[in-house]
């Protein structure tokens, strides 16, 4: 896939590659955070020891650094979008030319996973359609189920009240 950077992206990205030594593959920005999507394998470089290189970008460009490691493996990728939020399942379904992802996360989660006003939910999708071609991602609150398909038994189901128009929570009964 193809990506389109602006002569900002360019600049920041090699100054962010020559901070870390890290190799970066995109980057996004909003006035909040920077988003560089790193290499896989070259977040421990990216971060860097202590986390010497994330708060020293967050100096230099004035903003919150969020890291992303890239991964050929569409799921994994997405897990890596999300992290540190564990997912609980990611799976891929295709219709026509639109790839679409869900993940199913605690309920307790499911707010973190969209965000103030659907930010990191739209950030998340945003990234992935970039570099993999996703045209949304779904995001389904449940609990993980045991061999015999019954909710943990110290898994407590919560609601969550938050949405985002990229997003079309479904709960699980």
Do not use: C
Not at 35 to 61: P, Q, R, S
Not at 98 to 125: Q, S, T, W
Not at 134 to 147: E, H, P, Q, T
Request: glycine fraction near 8%; avoid cysteine.
């Amino acid at each position: 896939m193809r990506i389109k950077l602006n002569t900002e992206d360019i600049m920041r990205i090699s100054l962010f590659e020559k901070m870390t030594g890290a190799n970066v593959i995109d980057s996004t920005s909003d006035d909040e955070k920077i988003v560089f999507v790193v290499k896989e394998g070259d977040i421990g470089a990216a971060i860097g020891k202590g986390g010497e290189n994330v708060k020293n970008a967050t100096d230099k460009f004035g903003k919150k650094i969020d890291l992303i490691e890239y991964s050929e493996d569409l799921k994994q990728f997405i897990k890596n979008i999300f992290a540190p939020i564990e997912l609980e399942d990611v799976w891929v379904k295709k219709f026509g030319n639109d790839l679409v992802v869900y993940v199913r996360v605690h309920p307790r989660l499911r707010r973190a996973i969209i965000g103030d006003k659907g930010k990191n939910i739209d950030r998340a999708v945003d990234i992935a359609g970039r570099l993999a071609g996703v045209k949304n991602i779904k995001v389904v609150a449940g609990l993980r189920k045991d061999a015999d398909n019954r909710p943990k038994k110290d898994e407590i189901p919560e609601k969550a009240a938050e949405s985002s128009e990229n997003v079309q929570a479904e709960e699980n009964q």
